[in-house]
Nanobody, 126 residues
């Protein structure tokens, strides 16, 4: 399954961006989808994830209240609305998916995901 991420860019601190991630396969039924981010020299970091069916959602503490993950079932697309962006949010953002319905405590585990998008750069700078 190919995931296609888009929506990155450069924004000033306090600004907003919305990332999108679409599954290239129409009939793909994910169990869980999420977003991770990575900066040079650091490990990939969990941002947010949810079960495709149901309301189980998990956010990293650093983005609670600023980022919102959502989906469009018909388009098999997941979004990450990012508000009040900070310079420390600068990273390459990756969407991820698995057919497994992950429990909340395992959503932050990057090894639990089977499919990854190509990454989209987000830069927050004045």
């Amino acid at each position: 399954v190919q995931l296609q991420a888009s929506g990155g860019g450069t924004v000033q601190p306090g600004g907003s961006l919305r990332l999108s991630c679409a599954a290239a396969v129409r009939a793909f039924s994910p169990g869980t989808m999420g977003w991770f981010r990575q900066t040079p020299g650091k490990e990939r970091e969990f941002v947010a994830a949810f079960r495709w069916s149901g309301s189980n959602t998990n956010y990293a503490d650093s983005v609670v209240g600023r980022f919102t993950i959502s989906r469009d079932n018909a388009k098999s697309t997941v979004y990450l609305q990012m508000n009040n962006l900070k310079p420390e949010d600068t990273a390459v953002y990756y969407c991820a998916a698995t057919t497994k319905r992950l429990i909340i405590s395992n959503m932050a585990n990057s090894r639990a995901y089977d499919y990854w998008g190509q990454g989209t750069q987000v830069t927050v700078s004045s």
